[in-house]
């Protein structure tokens, strides 16, 4: 058992979502979310405690998912031009294809007063389209806000496609590794869970509830430079 809180970093609000998730996996954890960026591969080897990022488990689970080795990718253009995604499912499957598309419309339309708009599922059918022109029979969604708008990717991709989300499948990774390392809390408890912005905590609140899907509570302002003096 380790009484410390898991720490959940984004560089905005859509970290959320799989904080969400991890609340619901886990919730005798306590949970502290940061909307920062951070550099993966450098937290992994700089820290002695385990890191988990999202585009390992969504990359597995895909993986295993697919039957025809077609995997579709629907993310921002940073994230597809990155090509971690490509590298990660090569090196469990040499043979599985992925077809990449960058959607640089979806985050402002989620972000949006009307995530649920003809808009934005007109631009889910546009993305979505070389994908089913390539026969995808599963999609990674490597993306925190897209689980926002579950229901618009579910009809347009139909129950024949499976839809891989990034907060589900790093829910189930960060409570595996807990379980692994033995440092998981006892499930006796309830969990709590607090946040720290480098944003305005007002702006924060305003699209993190919707979100999280439940209160926010305080939220406390932090400098970056008061994050790397305690690093």
Same mark, same amino acid.
């Given at each position: 058992?380790?009484?410390?809180?898991?720490?959940?970093?984004?560089?905005?609000?859509?970290?959320?979502?799989?904080?969400?998730?991890?609340?619901?996996?886990?919730?005798?954890?306590?949970?502290?979310?940061?909307?920062?960026?951070?550099?993966?591969?450098?937290?992994?080897?700089?820290?002695?405690?385990?890191?988990?990022?999202?585009?390992?488990?969504?990359?597995?689970?895909?993986?295993?998912?697919?039957?025809?080795?077609?995997?579709?990718?629907?993310?921002?253009?940073?994230?597809?031009?990155?090509?971690?995604?490509?590298?990660?499912?090569?090196?469990?499957?040499?043979?599985? &294809?992925? /077809?990449?598309?960058?959607?640089?419309? @979806? #985050?402002?339309?989620? !972000?949006?007063?009307?995530?649920?708009? *003809? =808009? $934005?599922?007109?631009?889910?059918?546009?993305?979505?389209?070389?994908?089913?022109?390539?026969?995808?029979?599963?999609?990674?969604?490597?993306?925190?806000?897209?689980?926002?708008?579950?229901?618009?990717? &579910?009809? /347009?991709?139909?129950?024949?496609?499976? @839809? #891989?989300?990034?907060? !589900?499948?790093?829910?189930?990774?960060? *409570? =595996? $590794?807990?379980?692994?390392?033995?440092?998981?809390?006892?499930?006796?408890?309830?969990?709590?869970?607090?946040?720290?912005?480098?944003?305005?905590?007002?702006?924060?609140?305003?699209?993190?509830?919707?979100?999280?899907?439940?209160?926010?509570?305080?939220?406390?302002?932090?400098?970056?430079?008061?994050?790397?003096?305690?690093?």
């Amino acid at each position: 058992m380790d009484s410390r809180p898991v720490g959940v970093f984004d560089s905005g609000v859509g970290g959320l979502t799989v904080l969400h998730e991890c609340l619901v996996t886990m919730p005798h954890e306590d949970f502290c979310n940061a909307a920062t960026s951070a550099a993966l591969p450098q937290l992994q080897e700089e820290l002695a405690l385990p890191v988990v990022g999202v585009i390992t488990p969504e990359a597995h689970a895909a993986v295993q998912a697919t039957r025809n080795r077609k995997i579709g990718l629907l993310a921002t253009q940073a994230t597809v031009e990155a090509g971690r995604y490509a590298e990660l499912v090569h090196a469990l499957d040499a043979g599985a &294809q992925l /077809v990449p598309v960058a959607c640089p419309r @979806l #985050v402002p339309l989620i !972000e949006s007063d009307d995530p649920f708009s *003809a =808009e $934005t599922t007109e631009a889910v059918r546009e993305y979505a389209a070389p994908l089913k022109e390539a026969e995808v029979d599963t999609v990674i969604l490597g993306c925190t806000h897209y689980p926002l708008i579950r229901p618009i990717f &579910q009809r /347009v991709f139909g129950r024949g496609v499976t @839809l #891989v989300f990034s907060a !589900e499948e790093t829910a189930r990774e960060v *409570a =595996e $590794t807990l379980a692994r390392k033995g440092i998981e809390n006892g499930e006796g408890r309830e969990g709590a869970y607090r946040f720290l912005t480098t944003g305005e905590p007002s702006l924060f609140r305003e699209l993190g509830e919707r979100f999280l899907q439940l209160p926010l509570g305080e939220i406390e302002q932090v400098a970056v430079a008061d994050l790397e003096a305690v690093a």
